[in-house]
């Protein structure tokens, strides 16, 4: 399975963006996805996820929470993180993430198996 991360760009605090992330390949079923971010000179970190076979639930870090939406469409394998109101200190690498079966620790990058490139977010103030 490969992950292909997309929508990155540059924009201006305040505004939005809408990346997207496709998986091709002989795919597993894979009931969590996710997206994480890694900024310059930090840790990557948590930003959402989704589990599937809960109906498309979502969990989200705090700090995205209100202003950014991830959604997805299983039988195409394809997930979308919207992201509004985005401030500079979204700026950041943004990657999809895939796993098999859903973890209770969603939200730690070591449960991901299948990761994408990563596309760029630049937020301007």
């Known amino acids: 399975v490969q992950l292909q991360a997309s929508g990155g760009g540059l924009v201006q605090a305040g505004g939005s963006l809408k990346l997207s992330c496709a998986a091709s390949g002989r795919a597993l079923s894979m009931d969590a996805m996710a997206w994480f971010r890694q900024a310059p000179g930090k840790e990557r970190e948590f930003v959402s996820a989704?589990?599937?076979?809960?109906?498309?639930?979502?969990y989200y870090t705090d700090s995205v929470k209100g202003r950014f939406t991830m959604s997805g469409d299983k039988a195409k394998k394809m997930v979308f993180l919207q992201m509004n109101s985005l401030k500079p200190e979204d700026t950041a690498v943004y990657y999809c993430?895939?796993?098999?079966?859903?973890?209770?620790?969603?939200?730690?990058?070591?449960?991901?198996?299948?990761w994408g490139q990563g596309t760029q977010v630049n937020v301007s103030s």
């Open positions: 993430a895939a796993r098999q079966y859903w973890s209770v620790q969603y939200y730690t990058d070591k449960q991901y198996d299948t």
């Open positions: 989704i589990r599937w076979p809960m109906g498309s639930r979502t």
